[in-house]
């Protein structure tokens, strides 16, 4: 079965704080997509990125990072020199190679950050 | 803006009734999803639609339905309304049957069932 796990429930951390978001799955496909969502108090999902399986590379974007490891399961989030817009609840999901839309999501990880 | 649609925004009604959630999926988009995000059960795949053709199945519950229409537009309809239906209920979609992996979620619609 597959399955997303992110142990982090609630973290906080003060304005210009790094901070990573941990993230472990579960799937026995050997093909498959991971994914982080930023949900705001507002409500929204908003894409973050979407790495396959066979894509090891870590990947780099502003302030975010991710770090991918098979080897561990591991799909962990960075976000460096943190910012109060940063508050939010990130989700990371998992989906089968051939059912890309079909996510499933870990409960999520409440970020707070505080000036 | 992700260009997916949800209505209603909010939508309060009593247990036992039916309601109809629509969404309209970016222009182009072929596919649609919906999910539901409550409290207990967390976000939780529903179903989707790709090219109006039921495509893949999650936990919906027999009382909920959808479908998607020619112009690709969905509807999700929830009957015999409990209280544990209450949720925030997201649509997204994506160009194709779901390979790229990309899902642009919409708003949502609140539903609280009293």
């Known amino acids: 079965a597959q399955k997303v796990t992110q142990a982090q429930t609630e973290i906080s951390v003060v304005e210009k704080e790094d901070v990573t978001l941990d993230c472990v799955y579960e799937t026995r496909d050997t093909t498959y997509y991971l994914f982080w969502y930023k949900q705001p108090p507002s409500g929204e999902l908003v894409f973050l990125i979407r790495r396959n399986s066979f894509d090891e590379q870590n990947e780099i974007s502003g302030r975010y990072s991710w770090n991918f490891q098979k080897s561990t399961s591991s799909f962990n989030f960075t976000i460096t020199a943190s910012q109060v817009v940063d508050s939010a609840v990130y989700f990371c999901a998992l989906s089968q190679g051939n059912q890309g839309g079909k996510l499933i999501f870990g409960q999520g990880t409440e970020l707070s950050v505080k000036p | 803006d992700s260009g997916v649609t949800q209505t209603p925004k909010h939508l309060i009604t009593a247990t036992g009734q039916r309601v109809t959630l629509r969404c309209s999926p970016r222009?182009?988009?072929?596919?649609v999803y919906w999910y539901q995000q409550s409290l207990d059960q967390g976000l939780q795949f529903l179903i989707q639609?790709?090219?109006?053709?039921?495509?893949a199945k999650g936990n919906i519950l027999e009382r909920f339905s959808a479908q998607q229409f020619p112009d690709l537009h969905s509807e999700l309809n929830l009957s015999s309304l409990e209280l544990g239906d209450s949720a925030l209920y997201f649509c997204a979609s994506s160009v194709d049957a779901g390979q790229a992996g990309e899902l642009f979620f919409g708003e949502g619609s609140r539903l609280t069932v009293l």
């Open positions: 639609y790709y090219n109006g053709e039921e495509r």
């Open positions: 222009s182009g988009d072929l596919s």
